[in-house]
């Protein structure tokens, strides 16, 4: 067995390094690792656990959050590290990468992460440094990756169209920590029926299904919702492009992709709805909450009877997100989309449960909450299944695997 060393760098949504922050007032009297490990105790994200079962299994390897500015610059400082302050993110993860001199990095966040910055790491380390990177967002060009040694996935979609657009692709599902429980303060009892907690946007984008399936949900259930969701926009002009590209799209019968070329309609070629309505959260103030994120987003699921997933748009046809296995790996009853590869994660109806129409969806929802025994004994089963074999400890060892047995060799 070969062990390596291995540096993975990710980003950290904004709304939360905030909050991180704000409830950490002290952070810049902190070294570096003091502050770090603050981070990591909040269990934001897939926080440490890379690093710690790498590390479990003989490898050395660290976790870099590139984008907590006081972290970063702290680590800065204490290494006499230079760095132009436009260029910060990228100036102190490239000096952290030469300083560590990994074998093998692991890059999250491949918009920041681009050819560029990819193209300087093995300028410093040489060919022989080994590059992954992860895709699981929208993404226009799968080419644009063929320079990486691999692309790590959740989704099968992906899979295929990385490897028809000539970068090699590696199916590593996602997971949850099963160590979180004893973390945190695990909530009494289940006292929110119905919750949503995640990305909503507005009536268009990545999301827009979502947001229409929600939409229906507020006026026929209980649920309620953690999450930002932006105000509707106000405004002349911008009704005025909405309706133009309508009128062009459906009366002449002009194609979004040259829609999208001119300057004046570019901004709202893709919406498929009028970006002036009322948003959700405009339309139902009491039913929603602010974002939640790392212990306290755990919590929220712990406090769920029953909490709705509903795939990103370009997941297609294909089951693979974070909420799958968080959700159940907390005890709430999980209601999620039917995708045509669930049946490898989970037993449809006996250990989560599926719809493929909205009004399934709201049926399911009103039955469960009707047949306590029969909704938990579901909830019951699908935590066993997660803590059984969903977890990031055999993820992790599931990448060493491929690591060790293929890609060094590459």
Request: proline fraction near 3%; hydrophobic fraction near 40%; charged fraction near 25%.
């Amino acid at each position: 067995m070969r062990n390596y060393r291995f540096q993975k760098l990710t980003t950290v949504y904004p709304q939360f390094v905030h909050q991180f922050l704000a409830e950490n007032k002290d952070y810049a009297e902190l070294s570096y690792k003091k502050l770090f490990d603050r981070f990591v105790k909040t269990r934001y994200g897939l926080s440490d656990y890379y690093s710690k079962y790498l590390n479990i299994l003989g490898n050395e390897a660290e976790d870099i959050f590139v984008s907590i500015e006081p972290l970063q610059k702290t680590w800065a400082e204490e290494n006499n590290v230079v760095y132009h302050e436009e260029s910060w993110t990228k100036d102190i993860a490239l000096a952290q990468i030469e300083k560590f001199k990994p074998e093998i990095v692991y890059l999250q966040d491949l918009y920041l992460f681009d050819f560029a910055f990819r193209n300087q790491i093995r300028e410093m380390l040489g060919e022989k440094v080994l590059l992954i990177g992860w895709r699981a967002a929208p993404t226009a060009d799968f080419s644009v990756f063929r320079d990486l040694d691999v692309v790590a996935t959740c989704v099968p979609n992906f899979v295929k169209k990385l490897e028809e657009n000539g970068a090699k692709a590696l199916l590593i599902p996602l997971a949850h920590e099963h160590s979180i429980s004893k973390e945190m303060e695990v909530p009494r009892e289940q006292d929110l029926e119905f919750s949503f907690i995640g990305s909503l946007g507005y009536r268009n984008g990545y999301h827009s299904k979502r947001y229409k399936v929600i939409e229906t949900l507020l006026d026929s259930t209980s649920l309620e919702v953690w999450g930002d969701v932006p105000s509707s926009v106000s405004s002349n002009r911008v009704k005025a492009i909405y309706e133009t590209n309508r009128f062009l799209k459906e009366s002449i019968g002009l194609p979004e992709n040259i829609l999208k070329k001119v300057p004046y309609f570019r901004r709202g070629a893709s919406w498929k709805a009028d970006p002036t309505l009322l948003s959700l959260k405009q339309l139902h103030p009491h039913r929603f909450h602010e974002p939640v994120f790392g212990i306290e987003y755990f919590q929220t699921l712990a406090r769920s009877k029953m909490t709705f997933n509903m795939h990103i748009n370009c997941a297609e046809d294909y089951a693979g997100n974070m909420r799958l296995f968080e959700a159940t790996g907390m005890g709430a009853c999980l209601l999620t989309d039917w995708k045509q590869n669930l049946s490898s994660y989970f037993e449809l109806d006996t250990e989560i449960v599926t719809y493929r129409s909205v009004d399934e969806c709201i049926s399911k929802v009103k039955y469960l909450l009707e047949h306590e025994e029969e909704r938990l004994s579901i909830a019951q089963a699908g935590q066993r299944r997660v803590l059984k074999e969903h977890t990031w400890q055999q993820r992790v060892n599931q990448l060493h695997e491929n690591i060790e047995n293929k890609l060094l060799s590459i």
